[in-house]
Each structure stands twice: as C-alpha cells, then as structure tokens.
C-alpha cells in the first residue's frame, strides 16, 4: 500500500495553485489574481508594477553577493479558458475550481471543467519562487500578463520596460523536456474574386459535390500532419470536370483550422451525375491512401434543385486556378527544430452575392518569409482578377540555437535528469515572439512541465513533472551567474 498524497511537495507551489484555483480568472477578468499575487509581493517586501493594459510585474532583488548575476524574467499569463462539461452548470466568473489527484495527475473535479494549469502552475512556479527566503540567487522577476488566450492583447500592449531583464523564462510550454526556442508570426489574406453570374441555361440539372470526413486541425502546429484541406479536394475535383458550372462554393470555418468539409452547388447536364458520382467515388478512394482521413471520408455528388445563377466561365476558370495554385501547406520544413517553418493555410472559401471570398493565413518563424509567402498568394490571385487584402500580421520568433546561455542550461538539464532536453519550435503563435517584436535580440526560452488537454474540461497536470519542473527552474536561477558571460 503506498500513502494516499494529500499536498504534494514543493508546499509552496502547490499552496499557491490552490489559491490560484481559488479565484475566477477568465480572460479579461484577471484583476482579482492579479491583486491576489500583487498583495503577496508587496506583504514580502517586493516591488510591484502594473501597466496599462493590466499586465504585472514584481521584482526580486539578488541575494547578497549574487548582484552581478543576469536578470531572469519569469513570464505567464495570468487568464485560464473557461470550459464546462455539457452536462455541467458552472459560473467562471464566480466559482472556484476545485481539484482531485488521480493516477499522479491533478485535474478538476471530476472533469468538470477545465483546470487552469494553463497557466496557473508556471505562475504558482514562479510565486512560490520569488517568495522563498532559502532561494540564493541573482535578480529575479515575474511578469504576469492578461489575456493570452483571446489574441494575446497583453502581450501585444505590454510596457516595453516590463521586457527588461537578462533571460526571459516563458513558463507557458506543455511537454516536460521540451526547450521551445521559437514560434510562428502569422498574417491574414482576404482575397475577393467577382463571380460575373449569368443565368443558368435551361437543360442542366442541379448536383451538390460535397467533401466530407476529413480530420482538419490546427492550422499552424497540425498542418504537416498530412491531412489534406478539404477545399483543396474540392478544387481540384471541380478543375477536372468542366462541364460543371458552379453556383456557390464554401467550405472551411476559421482562419486558424484546417478545413474538414467543403461543398459546390453545380449545374451539368443531366446525363452526367452518375458518372460524376462514380469518378468522385474513385478519387477518394485513392486519397484514403494518400491521406490521413477518417474512414467515412468522401466526396459525394447528389441531385440538387436547379441554381438560377451561376458563375461565369471566365469567372468560375479564374477562381479554381488561382486558388488551386496558391502556396498552400507545408512550404518549408526546419529537421534541427522538427517542425514547420513558413506554412499556409487555406482556410475559407464562402459564396457572397456576386463574389466569393477566400481567406489564407499564412505563418513563419521568420517575418520575411512570411511575408515572402504572403506576396506570392496575393500575385497569384490578383492574376486570376482578385482584389486581395492583408491584416493583423503578427511577429515570429526567431530560434537562436547558438547561444552560449542556452548550452548551459542545456548541460543543467542533463546533469539533472540524464537526457538531453528536446529543442524545438512552435508552428503557432506565443507571446514570446510579440516580445521579440517588442525587443529585438531578447534571450528567451520557453519551458513547462507535463499538461494534457488544456482548454477542455478533461486538463490535467502531471504532479512528479510539475515537481521535477520546479527543481530545475530553481537550478536555474540559482546558476545564472554562469550565464553572464554568455550574453
Ligand atoms: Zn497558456
């Protein structure tokens, strides 16, 4: 029989998860935690700022003796996602999460909703650290900032002041053992093309050609997954038969998804749905080898009423070439970081009256690149006759795999736990890459212990990788005076 865990050590982490969980704290409803972890920086004698946007900062000073050590910014988001079970009536604005501990993993109770150790265990890290009298090290600070989860707006407005430090820790990772070193930068395309309807010629019978059964996904970190786009599928179905005339095309839903189904409303001559039918049936066979798809994935042609207008052909060629022959997908791929480096996503395509409306977005570590992706999407439409608009870029970051700091805390890890740590990058968006918009040249290092299935009710946090998690960040910091010369 083994004793049933009440309060796993490190105490202080976990006491202040637990008061962490105590507080609703939504995205954009983040002023009582913030409060919370501020009241307890100021009753340690510690100094505490807030910015404009909300965001905190409390700062350490060095223990005596320690300096001249480099400053090690801790960095987390202070919002959680509020998720519920279907079956459960919970108020985030008002309730506490409550917590069990089951086979080694906190999650909430039951599963009722989610647990916010998305990012409540890297700031209860970084609290129960800047708050230990025993810890013996260099200048330390917390940098606590609102509203990741909805578009990363703290971030974006953080006071550049609040940047200042030697090594920011982003404490926001979700794999122990990886060391995320970069992520993606996005931007958006909206791209228009007019559809020059005519009226449908008498004699064509209506079908609708749908695509379905696809997996889809994150557009960012599943897009070399091999799923397919299933607008994609669509296009290139419809380029292969020009007999049918197209009424309305749709397909996708968000910008930052894969699109999992896609349908045209055609008309074509009467005689021809069976054949169609069929080739639709081969071509998705062959894609059921060549993909990764559900088993029920297809493309289906069925009997549809008349559309009373269609596209013109000139308009209906136009549309299919350019958006079949605009980078889309993997466009380049890093072995050194696993993973994708510059990628887009077709992501929706949607009938309007007398004009259809795509939408790209398209990402990079590297700002260049990205944009470099972008311009060739745009040219490839704008010569097809499409007006196309670009939005809300936002920066990559960059992976500096040479630096010297970096290699130190790499040699940590291995000493500590015999493994090499897993560099790597994120094909997404992270605050880290705002802040290195915001600060060119910023070391930083993302980091975190094992979380399964945030933003859903079934979250969970591997307690040992929470606490192996904590060793090593207080090694860390109590060795940083290693890393100075390394800057
Ligand atoms: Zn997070």
Redesign the pocket.
Known sequence: MTAEISTPAPEDLWRQFAAICAIPHPSGHEEALREMLARQARDAGLAVRTDHAGNLRIDRPAAPGRENHPLILLQG?LDMVPQADAGTVFDFLHDPISTEIRDGWMSSTGNRTSLGA??GIGLATAMALLLDPALDAGPLALLATVQ?ETGMDGAFQVDPDFLECGLLLNL?TETEGEFCLGCAGGVRLEIRFRTDPVPCPAGLKGARIAVSGMKGGHSGTDIGLGRGNALSVLLDFLAGHHTCRIAELNGGSLDNAIPREAAALVAMPPDELPTLAAHAAEIARELRRKLDVFPDFAITVVPAGVPEKIWSKEAARRVIDALRHVPNGVLEYSEALQSTVTSSNLAVVQSLPDEVLARCLTRSFDDAKRNAAARDIALCCVRNGASVQSSDPYPGWIPQLEAGWLDRITAIYREMFSTEPNRMAVHAGLECGIFAAHHPGLNMLSIGPDIEN?HSPSERVNIASVERFYRFLRRVLQESGLFYPTF
């Open positions: 988001h998305d990012n990741e926001d945030p």
